[in-house]
């Protein structure tokens, strides 16, 4: 029996130990034979670099000078000078430089002395070989931490998975109908078997000529192995398919180093890929969400309306159709915006690029500023709005009023012109010249009781003008026409007044009943129309004050009924004495009164009219507190409801506020708090909505004041939204600071410490550092930052990798990158070159084709599209300049 341990080589790698060779295997004819075979045809193909070669394996290496020679060919080493004499000590002695040379190795060869070797021993012969194919052919193979027998074992079952037909389990059984030799040579090189698919595992003998056949020819590797002993052995022998199978290893060794190569540049650039995706999608987030903005400002700036109340209640409608419908979308999507720029700069550094900066004008800044900008221009449209309708509702009741008053002015002066244009007097007997008089000293009195009436009329038409209101034309138009009445009757009145003093020296007798009658009739009647006026004026209020006001001024008004109408007998007492005397003395045309028009009747009539009109305003006034009472009940279910909310949304903003300072157990819980906020969030939102419907009411209701609460919707809503995006940021960025935890290893103590620093100096508790207390903070931890100008450059060149965007400010994820990013172990442009290098060949350019063989087609045709031509002087066609490729992947150069 003979023994082979192999020990701890020079590099510490422990080899498998082979405590004995298998009986069987030494007794099986079969197995020697193979061996023999095998191992002849290995050192073969080794010696024949030195011209030489072996026929018989136990003679040829008798002498030791073949042994020596085949060491100094697989090793690329130099042994001690053979003894050429033919002695059998000559031939120990070279013998024993070959076994001292192999256990210079690291092998430790037991049972195999040098005598054995120089006496044609067979067996150990063929040990020594193996130990030698051991230690130089398969020793350093290596696949996934596994070595020698393992690792290319592994090595085969890798190549081999694709094909169906092939399982390899061990080195003898599986390799027996050759589709194994046939599906590595087809993993490598599929233009040596193109027809693959056609091979059966019923025609091992085909399949066994073909592949050894393929094999000797293109990858210079001889017939180690006769397909008829593979065949027909029951248990092919174990070793001897190992040392075939091996050549197979290092003749494709090459294209192992390609995949790798490969699959490191497929890393690298499907990194890439995602990144840019990542840009694209936020640059059409940020175009898309600009665009909308820059489409609804000037919607929202525009002052322009019909000046109809109903045209400015439909804007208003439109405005919460657009706070309802149209806008919380572009909330959500800010958001994300937002969420996706954190996530691709946080992947940026994790991947060692740099930081990712927007085109101009589309930044989170330009952004943030274009946000503010939208909602300060929604804020004054609707304080517009409001403004404009409560305008417009003055200017509505003004207009009525102007119309009320001009049309009870015109009535009045209806036929005035052509009374005082008449020349009845001249004809008039002396009391009728009187009367004459006397009627148009009454009219003069009437007349300038109109005057304020008249000034009303201009001053209600001159704040129409001032107020814009939209039919001004025929406003100023009728206001016209009043005044040059209104100037017209003063002539005339001055005129007929001369005429009739005129007149008086001939006429003297005056009936003083009559004048009497009109000098109280006048004032009555003014007053009676006053009244009815003041019963039908219409009026807006909005509180319970203004209201409350208009009841007692009706009721004070009521209380004067009595001595008006007291005052109303009086003067149809009058009327009654006037009928009785020209009853009793017939004076001719005694009942008609010179000194007015009025009549008993008007005077009752006007009378009973006041008196009806009173219940009337009444029940108005009434109608108006219940509208009020019910406003009131309004704005205190407003403010109950707001002053439970605003404080709930106050207390949520807290409780996120303290969630984002980092000390509250793991980032996990951190990030589960966060979400349970958010679905607390959502499922509050029903009092929103709540909210919503009470304040609609509200403004239908033109209630403008709420003294009940301090909170607004538009302050509510704000908060909404801050309470929304603030839960929205914190979740992204406890998500991102696992992400840097988890690819940096970073424990949860370690993590809670940086927290606890950058909390520290944190003093406002606004989420970021300033450069000072950044500054201030790194000293804390140990790092040495003078006070010099040096010190400010350091600080300086801190200060560009922690905020690449000059945000002034330091965020914690910046920050935590910066205290870990020595210990992260990413890819660099040094090593994507040298993984390029590999695919090239060691040529400074590499060839679209040697991209699309060694890469997926999509990655493959991202490189060509994207290197720059090679412009070396050893360039040729078609070659592309790998180097500022790798280089512009991470940022270091202009490509």
Request: a negative charge; one cysteine or more.
């Amino acid at each position: 029996m003979v023994e082979m341990t192999t020990m701890m080589d020079a590099n510490g790698v422990y080899m498998e130990q082979e405590e004995e060779w298998e009986r069987e295997g030494l007794l099986d004819p079969a197995w020697e034979k193979q061996q023999r075979k095998t191992f002849t045809a290995w050192c073969n193909s080794h010696l024949r670099k030195a011209g030489t070669g072996i026929d018989n394996i136990e003679d040829d290496f008798r002498n030791g000078l073949k042994l020596m020679l085949l060491l100094e060919v697989i090793s690329g080493e130099t042994l001690p000078k053979p003894d050429r004499g033919k002695m059998r000590f000559h031939k120990i002695a070279n013998v024993n430089k070959a076994l001292d040379f192999i256990a210079s190795k690291g092998v430790k060869l037991v049972s195999i002395g040098a005598e054995e070797i120089v006496d044609g021993n067979t067996k150990m012969t063929l040990g020594m070989i193996w130990t030698i194919i051991l230690r130089f052919a398969i020793q350093d193979i290596s696949v996934e931490e596994m070595t020698a027998k393992e690792g290319l074992l592994l090595w085969c079952q890798r190549k081999t998975a694709p094909y169906k037909n092939v399982n390899v389990q061990n080195f003898h059984l599986s390799f027996k109908d050759g589709l194994a030799f046939c599906a590595l040579i087809h993993r490598h090189r599929p233009d040596l078997i193109p027809n693959y698919n056609q091979l059966s595992k019923d025609n091992p003998l085909e399949n066994l000529n073909l592949a050894f056949d393929v094999a000797e020819k293109y990858l210079d590797i001889p017939r180690m192995l006769d397909p008829e002993d593979l065949i027909n052995t029951p248990k092919p022998d174990e070793r001897a398919i190992m040392t075939y199978v091996s050549c197979y290893y290092h003749a494709f060794q090459g294209a192992q180093q390609a995949e790798t190569a490969a699959n490191r540049i497929c890393k690298v650039l499907k990194v890439n890929q995602e990144n840019e995706r990542l840009m694209e999608e936020y640059e059409r987030l940020a175009s898309d969400l600009l665009e909308w903005i820059k489409r609804t400002l000037p919607w929202l700036e525009s002052r322009q309306t019909d000046n109809s109340l109903a045209g400015v209640q439909k804007k208003l409608d439109e405005y919460r159709q657009y706070r309802r419908k149209h806008k919380p979308p572009r909330v959500e999507q800010k958001a994300k915006l937002e969420t996706n720029f954190n996530t691709l700069q946080t992947k940026l550094r994790l991947s060692n690029r740099p930081a990712y900066m927007p085109t101009e004008g589309k930044m989170v800044s330009d952004i943030a500023n274009a946000w503010k900008g939208l909602e300060g221009c929604e804020k004054s449209f609707e304080e517009w709005l409001l403004s404009e309708m409560m305008r417009l509702e003055r200017l509505d009741h003004l207009a009525q009023k102007f119309k009320h008053k001009s049309d009870i002015h015109q009535g009045w002066t209806q036929g005035k012109e052509e009374m005082l244009s008449s020349q009845d007097f001249r004809s008039c007997r002396l009391p009728e010249l009187k009367a004459l008089k006397k009627k148009h000293e009454a009219f003069e009195s009437d007349l300038a009781a109109h005057q304020d009436r008249v000034e009303q009329i201009a001053a209600i038409a001159q704040e129409l003008n001032a107020l814009d209101y939209h039919d001004t034309a025929s406003v100023n138009a009728r206001c016209q026409l009043i005044c040059d009445q209104w100037d017209r009757l003063g002539s005339l009145t001055q005129s007929r007044r001369q005429a009739l003093e005129e007149a008086e020296r001939v006429l003297e007798k005056i009936d003083q009943l009559h004048l009497e009658f009109a000098k109280r009739a006048a004032p009555f009647n003014n007053w009676l129309d006053g009244a009815r006026e003041d019963l039908v004026d219409m009026f807006i209020v909005h509180t319970m004050e203004e209201i409350q006001g208009l009841l007692d001024a009706h009721e004070q008004f009521k209380a004067t009924l009595g001595e008006a109408d007291k005052e109303y007998q009086s003067i149809v007492g009058l009327v009654q004495q006037v009928e009785s005397i020209a009853g009793q003395h017939s004076i001719p045309g005694g009942l008609d009164n010179p000194y007015t028009s009025l009549t008993a009747k008007d005077i009752t009539s006007k009378w009973a009219e006041v008196r009806q009109l009173v219940p009337q305003r009444d029940g108005t006034l009434q109608a108006e507190l219940r509208k009020q009472q019910n406003n009131e009940l309004m704005r205190r279910q407003f403010a109950e409801k707001a002053n439970s909310v605003g404080p709930w949304i106050e207390r949520q903003m807290d409780a996120v506020a303290s969630i984002a300072m980092g000390m509250q157990g793991s980032l996990e819980d951190q990030l589960v708090r966060l979400k349970e906020y958010e679905q607390n969030v959502y499922a509050y939102k029903s009092h929103m909505e709540e909210l919503e419907k009470l304040n609609q009411g509200i403004q239908e209701s033109m209630v403008f004041e709420n003294r009940y609460t301090q909170y607004t919707m538009e302050t509510l809503r704000v908060g909404w939204e801050q309470l929304l995006t603030s839960i929205n940021r914190n979740i992204n960025e406890v998500e991102n600071q696992i992400l840097t935890r988890d690819s940096k290893g970073i424990t949860q103590e370690q993590l809670n410490e940086f927290r606890s620093s950058f909390n520290h100096f944190d003093k406002n508790r606004v989420g970021h550092l300033k450069p000072d207390e950044y500054k201030s903070c790194l000293v804390s931890l140990g790092y040495s930052l003078g006070k010099d100008k040096q010190g400010d450059i350091d600080f300086q060149r801190i200060m560009a990798i922690v905020d690449p965007n000059n945000s002034g400010y330091v965020l914690f994820d910046a920050f935590l990158d910066f205290m870990t990013r020595e210990s992260t172990d990413s890819d660099t442009a040094e090593q994507v070159i040298d993984s390029f290098r590999i695919l090239a060949g060691d040529k400074p350019y590499i060839l679209p084709d040697e991209l699309r063989r060694e890469l997926p087609p999509d990655q493959a045709e991202y490189c060509i599209q994207r290197m720059q031509p090679y412009k070396g002087p050893d360039g040729i066609p078609e070659a592309l300049d790998y180097m500022s490729f790798s280089t512009a992947l991470y940022g270091e150069s202009d490509l």
